[in-house]
């Protein structure tokens, strides 16, 4: 993988056609060291970034249901 590389970005198999769903560019994780998230219903909005450590920290609260907002 090179730095310029594109995001190549996928929903969860999990998400319904009900339009509330985030995409994550994980191909971006191991060359520029993060994961963008955006809406998909607004695909050229903004998106948020995490390293890849910040996204997988949150990913398993969400999945063992300990995430707590701040």
Same mark, same amino acid.
């Given at each position: 993988?090179?730095?310029?590389?594109?995001?190549?970005?996928?929903?969860?198999?999990?998400?319904?056609?009900?339009?509330?769903?985030?995409?994550?560019? #994980?191909? /971006?994780? #191991?060359?520029?060291?993060?994961?963008?998230?955006?809406?998909?219903?607004?695909?050229?909005?903004?998106? /948020?970034?995490?390293?890849?450590? #910040?996204?997988?920290?949150?990913? #398993?609260?969400?999945?063992?249901?300990?995430?707590?907002?701040?």
């Amino acid at each position: 993988m090179t730095s310029t590389e594109s995001p190549r970005w996928f929903k969860s198999s999990y998400s319904e056609n009900g339009g509330a769903c985030v995409e994550i560019a #994980a191909n /971006l994780a #191991a060359s520029r060291n993060v994961v963008p998230v955006r809406d998909s219903k607004d695909t050229d909005g903004p998106t /948020l970034s995490f390293t890849p450590s #910040a996204w997988t920290s949150f990913v #398993a609260e969400v999945k063992s249901d300990t995430f707590t907002a701040v």
